[in-house]
C-alpha cells in the first residue's frame, strides 16, 4: 500500500490471523502494555511454522514483528495500517522454542507513524530479528 493511497475505515472481525479468537487457524497471540509503553507478546512457534525443517518461515517472523508494532499503535490509540515494513533476521528461530516479541513508538507525525519492534530468544535473551514500520492513519475502532 502506498502512502497515499490509505483504507478509508477498519474493522475488527475476531478474525486477525495473529489475534483472533475468531480464528481457527491463528496464532491466538495475547499482549501486554509494559509500564515503559513498550508493548510485548510471546510465540513458541511450532513445526507447521516451518520454512526449512526446524527454522521458522521468516515471513511468520515479519509478521509476529508487524502485529506487535499495530497492536502497540492501538494501544495508544493511533489507529493505523502498517505500510512499509522492514525486518531484519538475525538469527534463525527454531521450533519449539519461545520468543519474545516487543515494540515501541519511534516518530508520530500525524498521518504517518514509526515504530520499531524486536524479537528475543526467551531463554538465552539472545535478539534473533529487529525491524520497524511505517504506518498511516485510517478511520475506525481501535484493533481489540
Not at 26 to 33: P, V
Request: aromatic letters at 6%; proline letters at 6%.
Amino acid at each position: 500500500m502506498s502512502l497515499s493511497a490509505r483504507p478509508q475505515t477498519v474493522e475488527d472481525d475476531g478474525m486477525c490471523f495473529c489475534c483472533g479468537p475468531r480464528n481457527p487457524v491463528g496464532l491466538k497471540l495475547t499482549f501486554e502494555t509494559l509500564p515503559d509503553g513498550r508493548m510485548r507478546t510471546y510465540w513458541t512457534p511450532r513445526p507447521e511454522h516451518q520454512g526449512f525443517k526446524e527454522i521458522v518461515h521468516g515471513g511468520l517472523v515479519a509478521t509476529l514483528m508487524d502485529e506487535v508494532m499495530i497492536r502497540l499503535l492501538h494501544a495508544l490509540g493511533i489507529r493505523a495500517v502498517t505500510a512499509e515494513l522492514s525486518t531484519r533476521f538475525l538469527r534463525p528461530l527454531r521450533t519449539g522454542k519461545r520468543y519474545r516479541f516487543e515494540s515501541r513508538l519511534l516518530e508520530d507525525k500525524g498521518r504517518v507513524v514509526t515504530a520499531e519492534a524486536e524479537g528475543f530468544d526467551e531463554e538465552s535473551g539472545e535478539r534473533v530479528a529487529r525491524g520497524s514500520a511505517k504506518c498511516v492513519r485510517v478511520r475506525g475502532p481501535s484493533a481489540s
